[in-house]
C-alpha cells in the first residue's frame, strides 16, 4: 500500500473563521501605536503600521494556510473520507479559495501607497476604515468556504494515519468478530459489542511480524448490496479495501447471528468481483460455537462457489487459528526492502 500518512502533514495548519479574524482586526484596530519623534504624517504613519498588521495577520493566519493545503496531496483513501463526510471538490475549494484570497495582496500594496500619500489624518482614517472594511468583507464571503475546508481537517484529524506499509484489511458483514479478530492480534482496541454497526469508522492497529511492522485494520460492517449503493458508513469500509489493502481477510459468521450465510457469500462475491486482484483469505469465525458438520458444509459451499480461495477456521474471541492465519497473510503480501528499513 502507498499511502500517506496526510494527518500528520495537515496536523498543524489550522484554518480561521470569518469570527476569529474579525476579533483579531478589531484588536489591531483598537491598538495604540507608538509615533517616533520626528515623524510628520502621525496618522497616516499609525495606518500604514496597522494596514501592516492585519495584512500579516491575514497572510500568516489565513492565505498561508490555504495555499499549504493547496499544495499539500491528499491520497485516493484520505480525499474519499472527506468525501464521505459531506464535503466534495476539496482540492478545488481550497485552491479556488486561495485564488480569491489572494487579492488581499493587492489590497495591501494599494493602500498602502494610498496611505503614504494621503493629504491630512481625516483622508488617512477614511482609507484605513475602507481598507478593513474590504479586508472582512472579502474574508466574510469566504466564510462558509472556509468552514467547509475547516471541516475537511477535523475529519482528517481524526482519520488514523496509513503509511507506505503492508496493509491487512478486515471485512464483512457486521457482527461477524472483525473488531475483536482486530483487537485480538494487533495493538488496536476497537470496541466490541453484540449489535450491528458497532464500528463506524476504519481503525488502525499494526503488529510486527518477521521484522516487517505490518497494518492490520478495523473497519465498519457491509451489507450484501451492490457496492455502489453502500450508506456512508459502508463506504468507509469499501473505500479502504480498495485504496489500502494489499490483502483483504474477509469474516464469516457461520452462526449467522445477524445475516444470513447467504447474504454474507453474497458480499464476499461482489468484493471478489469488483478487488479480483487483491488477495482474499476467508476466515470462518466462531467456531468454539459451531457445529462441526456446519463448518463442513460451509468449507464445502465456498469453495464451490469461489474455487481456489484460501480458508481459515478459527475463534476470534478465544484465539483460536489466528497465528497460522496471520503467517500465511504474511507470505502472501509483497514485502520489499523498503518495508524492512521502515519496521
Ligand atoms: N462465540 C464467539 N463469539 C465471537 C467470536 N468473535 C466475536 N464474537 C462475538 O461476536 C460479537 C460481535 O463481535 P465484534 O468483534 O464486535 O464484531 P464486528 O464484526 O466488529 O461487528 P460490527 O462492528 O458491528 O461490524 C461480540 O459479541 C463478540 O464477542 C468468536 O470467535 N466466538
Ligand atoms: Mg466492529
Redesign the pocket.
Known sequence: MEEECVPEKVKGIYVPSFNDVREHVLKICSLSIGVPKGVKRKSAFTYIVKVDKIYSYVRRSLINSLEELAKTSIGGFYLEVINIAGINNYYERVTRLSRKLRIIDRLHNLYRAKLKSSLDGKEANKLFKEYVGRILSIVKRSDRELSKVRDALIVLSKTPCFEDAPTIIVA?M????????VGKVSSAK?K????????KDVILGHKVMDGVKIQIA?T??ILDRPLDELNPIERKAYIAIKHLADLILF?VDPLE?YYSLSSQLKLLLNIVNEFGDKPIMVLI??I??ADVERIKMIKELILKEFGEIPIYC?????GVGLEEVLKDALKRITITQHHLRNA
Request: glycine residues 10%; proline residues 16%; without cysteine.
Open positions: 464483512g457486521p457482527q461477524t468478530g472483525k473488531s475483536t479478530f476497537p466490541i459489542s453484540p449489535f450491528p454497526f458497532t464500528t478495523d465498519p460492517g469474516l447471528t469465525n466462531k468454539d460455537n478459527i475463534s476470534a474471541l478465544h
